[in-house]
């Protein structure tokens, strides 16, 4: 077996973090090659390394035997390096074929762009690797995989041979991604070497050959896939071992907290994304909203919690109308909110740690005559610090902005469950989390549940949904299409549920 | 990203930079930098190194007279700005304050000037807060720009202003009578501690403005609502804090920092009302005062010390046969460098990482 990619003692330190120390990584031709870790274990920067987005400090890459010097993408697009990044770079309002052939264009004379010639060159491609995708739709038209089936052809296009996946599933619905793992298989089959940096263990074991796990900048191990299962991977990954199922106990519902009642909601362009939907959420029960991105999980949220005005219907929180009143006055009625953008929603980034976990009650609890009271607010900060295991440099007077993504996520936990809510509306908690946050975070959701409270959990990622929720909504195009027990159901169900499959009738139970 | 450190450092940095880039223009225009230097050194302390050291109390009152509006406007710039608000608007709300004040120097008969001037003082911020809830109002209600407003509310306030002004008693077709005396923040004691400057009771305002602001953004839950919108409006709105509401606020306590600013010009400096072709650029300074002072209290303070000092020195520049055009192109090279901080940085990392290397290569 021939090697493709071959780096060496890559060693690259940002200010105060050594996010690649002395990596070796070898990767064989036509197979597809795993890079595991958890967040800022250094992966993303040794692909961009690669990529030539970030110059190493000291190591060197070799391509396909040649000694190597990737100076920027240009270099790396040259020596048949592609990358499909986590968020597609397309242009929404041009059609498949001008998003791959844009920067290389192909010309008829006087450099008349011949779209024809690349319409019918993306064909064969689509033919040949059996990519799903008319070339002559408009991207907005199109789902999210057969968007990333377009930044493959982009990749295919400019005839890559080693192809670079950041995270690719992230985005999207569990039949996508099988059809994903699909097409990664007849990439390798073809002779073309796949690259998938991920933190998804299943996806690993589905799908790749050989996995390097990475850990704190270095390398953990490399190993077949074959030869490893997935809590060994898992504990590699972290350092120790880790509970996988969330544990829940068996307990009934109590009293309804929640009530919506035909709950309808435009967006702020005045279209109709959540239309007439009614349920009822009850004391310690978690009740989850599954569905793909963008079919009004958003509206739905920001209608209870008073973000967006409600166009009709109701919504009654412990049986008191709660559907015109403002955000804080809802916060004050019992209710607590874990926005699914935590930079943008949920912390103010540039406030101390400490100023993030008063932002309800400044004016209350941690106020006198109008000043803000430092003794009280540095006492909560440490409190919830120490409770809720938030890392931060320099204790609760970080900077927000200066803290790890998992960090930031207890943080806004730790606010919300400290006021400890009658209902809790938690969206997307352990988005772009590793392993050991996440199962941090679901262990203290669990735990409000059996503290006899209601919680409302919105997640694309259906794993989580069915770990931790007792009641699953599917929500369809701003419809629920189907109600179902957690219990009673799996992810190939719910998920052509999300398709608008109503109860998912088309599904045939093996 | 910068760090906050770093953030504290590059004004400093800027200073020096302006100031060695001061000199050498001034030696290729083959005039002395000493010279220059020493002029600043005048005007700033009042010692005359050139003679001997000695000492002249006038050109400290005149410093700080020059200084006090720059700083209000300072502030009035930095507290909008800190609610994530560009108040371009500050020159028409000095305007404004500062015709309020005249105004109530006139038409309010008080014969005692603690509580006349104050009153004055008072109007002068209540207009600039007046004129700050325009724009405030429009951007709240119609999410119209406050720069747009605020430009066209600057010439508003000067147009109107000089109408008011001739309806006043006027002593020539430019500007009014003096305003009585109980109305004006003069006071004998100052003019004699100062050598005959113009120096006036307004430092104790600016001393009260300054703490205000502190206070009120530091210290507050309201200043902390209003640094949360600045730093991050939706993510306040999503904690349940009211936005709008709050950028009126600012916006209203911007405008009456900077009329304070205009009240102190007219009754302090000036002690009549001027009509005006051009603007006095005090409110413009102001930008520059925030920018360079990094819109936080202590450093309002130094950074309009130092503006006022450029502009203060100027007509002892061009006596000591220097062109005084030297203190705005030192002022503006400050500025310039402050908003180019990022470059700044990546310069210095440049040059670091040259040093680590020849080093290395050793």
């Known amino acids: ?510 | 990203m910068i760090s906050l450190k770093e953030k504290r450092w590059i004004p400093f940095l800027a200073v020096i930079l302006g100031l060695v880039a001061g000199t050498l223009i001034v030696i290729l225009s083959g005039r002395s930098p000493l010279i220059m230097f020493a002029t600043f050194i005048k005007a700033g302390t009042g010692i005359d190194l050139l003679k001997g050291g000695t000492f002249n109390p006038r050109l400290v009152g005149e410093f700080l007279v020059t200084t006090m509006p720059i700083l209000m406007g300072g502030l009035s710039i930095s507290f909008a700005y800190r609610t994530g608000l560009f108040n371009i608007g500050a020159e028409g709300q000095i305007i404004a304050g500062g015709v309020a004040a005249i105004g109530a120097g006139f038409f309010i008969p008080i014969d005692n000037q603690f509580i006349h001037s104050t009153i004055c003082v008072l109007a002068g911020c209540l207009a600039g807060a007046l004129w700050g809830l325009i724009p405030g109002l429009l951007k709240a209600r119609f999410n119209v720009h406050e720069v747009v407003v605020g430009i066209m509310l600057n010439y508003t306030a000067m147009y109107s202003a000089n109408w008011l002004y001739k309806q006043m008693p006027l002593n020539q077709m430019t500007r009014t009578e003096n305003v009585p005396v109980s109305a004006t923040l003069n006071v004998d004691f100052l003019r004699q501690l100062t050598n005959n400057s113009r120096l006036h009771l307004g430092f104790i305002h600016v001393i009260i403005a300054l703490f205000l602001f502190w206070l009120i953004i530091e210290k507050t839950s309201f200043g902390y609502q209003l640094r949360a919108t600045g730093f991050n409006k939706e993510g306040a709105r999503f904690a349940g804090i009211k936005v709008k509401r709050n950028l009126v606020y600012s916006l209203m306590i911007a405008g009456a920092f900077a009329g304070l600013g205009g009240a102190l010009l007219t009754l302090g400096t000036y002690g009549y009302g001027r009509v005006i072709t051009a603007f006095d650029n005090v409110g413009f300074d102001g930008i520059s005062v925030a920018l360079v002072g990094g819109c936080t209290m202590l450093g309002n303070l130094f950074a309009g010390l130092l503006f006022g000092l450029m502009k203060v020195a100027q007509p002892a520049l061009q006596i000591a046969s220097i062109p005084k055009e030297i203190g705005d192109i030192i002022s503006s090279l400050i500025v310039l460098l402050v908003a180019l901080q990022y470059a700044i940085v990546l310069y210095r990392n440049k040059i670091r990482d040259w040093f680590k290397k020849a080093r290395g290569q050793k």
């Open chain 1, 1 to 510: 077996m021939e090697t493709v990619i071959e780096m060496k003692g890559i060693t690259k330190q940002f200010p105060g973090i050594l996010a690649n120390d002395s990596i070796d990584l070898e990767v064989t031709k036509g197979s597809i090659h795993a890079l595991l870790g958890e967040n800022g274990a250094g992966k993303s920067t040794l692909m961009s390394i690669l990529f030539g987005l970030i110059q190493p400090d000291s190591g060197n890459i070799k391509i396909n035997g040649q000694e190597v010097k990737i100076t920027d993408p240009n270099v790396a697009t040259r020596l048949g390096i592609g990358m499909v990044h986590q968020h597609f770079k397309l242009v929404h309002n041009f059609t498949v074929t001008q998003n791959i052939i844009l920067g290389a264009e192909p010309c008829k004379q006087f450099g008349i762009v011949d779209l024809k010639q690349g319409t019918k060159k993306i064909r064969e491609l689509c033919k040949s690797f059996h990519l799903e995708v008319d070339p002559e739709a408009l991207i907005e038209d199109i789902s999210v995989g057969q968007q990333q089936r377009t930044e493959i052809l982009k990749m295919l296009y400019r005839e890559a041979e080693i192809l670079v996946f950041d995270e690719p599933t992230a985005v999207l619905t569990p039949q996508e991604v099988e059809d994903l793992m699909k097409i990664l298989r007849s990439l390798a089959a073809s002779g073309k070497t796949v690259v998938l940096i991920t933190h998804k263990l299943k996806e690993i074991k589905a799908v790749a050959d050989v996995v390097t796990i990475l850990r704190r900048g270095k390398v953990e191990g490399t190993y077949k896939v074959s030869e490893i299962n997935e809590k060994e991977m898992a504990a590699k990954m972290v350092g120790r071992q880790v509970q996988f199922a969330a544990h829940k106990k068996a307990q009934k519902a109590g009293d309804t907290i929640l009530q919506v009642e035909n709950l309808t909601v435009l967006d702020g362009r005045g279209i109709e994304r959540v239309k007439g939907i009614s349920f009822d959420l009850h004391k310690g029960e978690i009740l989850g909203i599954a569905g793909i991105d963008g079919n009004g999980q958003d509206e739905l949220v920001y209608a209870i919690t008073g973000l967006l005005p409600v166009k009709s219907g109701r919504i009654l929180l412990n049986g008191e109308d709660i559907t015109e009143l403002p955000v804080k006055n809802r916060f004050e009625a019992g209710l607590g909110h874990v926005p699914s953008d935590r930079h943008r929603h949920g912390l103010i980034l540039d406030f101390l740690l400490k100023e993030n976990f008063i932002i309800h009650a400044y004016n209350s609890d941690f106020a006198k005559h109008g000043l803000l009271d430092e003794a009280t607010i540095n006492q909560k900060a440490d409190q919830l610090i120490e409770e809720f295991d938030v890392r931060a440099s320099l204790g609760r007077q970080t900077i927000t902005r200066n803290m790890s993504g998992g960090n930031q996520q207890k943080a806004i936990v730790a606010r919300e469950i400290d006021r400890s809510p009658e209902l809790l509306i938690i969206v997307q908690p352990t988005r772009g989390l590793d392993v050991g946050a996440i199962e941090y975070i679901h262990s203290r959701i669990l735990e409000q549940r059996e503290n006899q409270k209601a919680i409302l959990l919105v997640s694309f990622e259906l794993d989580e949904i069915l770990a931790l929720c007792d009641r699953i909504l599917v929500m369809a195009n701003g419809e629920i299409s189907g109600e179902k027990k957690a219990s009673q159901t799996d992810e190939k169900q719910l998920g052509l549920l999300m398709l608008g499959h109503k109860s998912g009738e088309t599904y045939d139970q093996p």
